[in-house]
């Protein structure tokens, strides 16, 4: 009888051209660390859109427009910013406005942003020149997109900056292009032995020299005339200031000032 080209199983055959060697298994995986596992094996997610992080979507960070007919500052969606001289307690009045609202309200505060850059960060205090020009510029622009992103989400912003009246570099055009229209602009200004001894209180670089202090107030004072609503908070604490910056919002969003 004639034998088939099958061989039983188990026998050894010989390579021929184009033949494969079976895999060879490799080491095994290492163990995962102690407190650590590793992830159960899933399919690849599909590759997330421009549009969206993780699960959220990106609002569309366009302008904010001019507020509504007001509702009363405590429920209506705002963006605003806090000006004044170091020591004027902007920070200070921000962050207890933002906490105290009865809507979402974020607090951003310039100074903090531009500290975000740790190596290399360009300190006015050092003198003001192209770097640390810049750094201010790039930390206002980031600013505004948060602002914006907030605003889009539908949650209310303060932003505190020293925005000088005679320095257009630092001056409102840049927060009116980066966050839009609807920015309302309020000047906190009290008198100037109040921030000399606010000032006195601060510690690191935020502190700064009595002369240093006595110049950038001198120069806030060009607001006064301009049209921007102004506060003297220097017999003030800090809930009162908030609340009288409530009734200023209310006659700006019901006026708001040309700027």
Not at 35 to 49: D, K
Not at 111 to 132: I, K, L, M, Y
Not at 204 to 210: I, T
Not at 231 to 256: H, K
Request: proline content about 13%; glycine content about 12%.
């Amino acid at each position: 009888m004639a034998q088939g080209n099958s061989a039983a199983p188990g026998a050894h055959q010989p390579l021929t051209h184009g033949a494969q060697l079976p895999p060879v298994p490799g080491p095994p995986p290492p163990p995962s660390a102690p407190g650590w596992h590793a992830p159960a094996p899933s399919h690849a997610p599909a590759p997330p859109s421009r549009d969206t992080t993780g699960h959220v979507q990106l609002p569309p960070g366009g302008p904010v427009p001019l507020p509504q007919a007001p509702e009363g500052t405590g429920v209506t969606t705002l963006a605003v910013l806090l000006i004044g001289p170091a020591g004027a307690g902007k920070t200070t009045v921000a962050r207890y406005w933002a906490q105290h609202r009865r809507v979402p309200t974020a607090h951003i505060s310039l100074d903090d942003v531009r500290e975000w850059v740790c190596a290399g960060f360009a300190d006015p205090q050092s003198g003001w020149n192209d770097h640390s020009e810049a750094q201010y510029r790039l930390a206002r622009r980031t600013c505004g997109f948060a602002a914006r992103n907030f605003l889009a989400n539908g949650i209310s912003c303060i932003l505190d900056d020293a925005v000088f009246p005679d320095r257009p570099v630092v001056g409102l055009g840049g927060w009116k292009r980066h966050v839009g229209p609807g920015l309302l602009p309020v000047v906190l200004l009290p008198g100037l032995d109040i921030v000399l001894e606010r000032n006195a209180e601060r510690s690191g670089n935020r502190r700064l020299s009595d002369e240093e202090v006595a110049g950038i107030h001198g120069r806030m004072a060009g607001w006064y005339g301009s049209g921007l609503p102004i506060i003297d908070n220097s017999q003030y604490d800090v809930p009162t200031t908030a609340r009288l910056l409530d009734d200023v919002l209310a006659r700006a969003i019901a006026s708001p000032p040309s700027w």
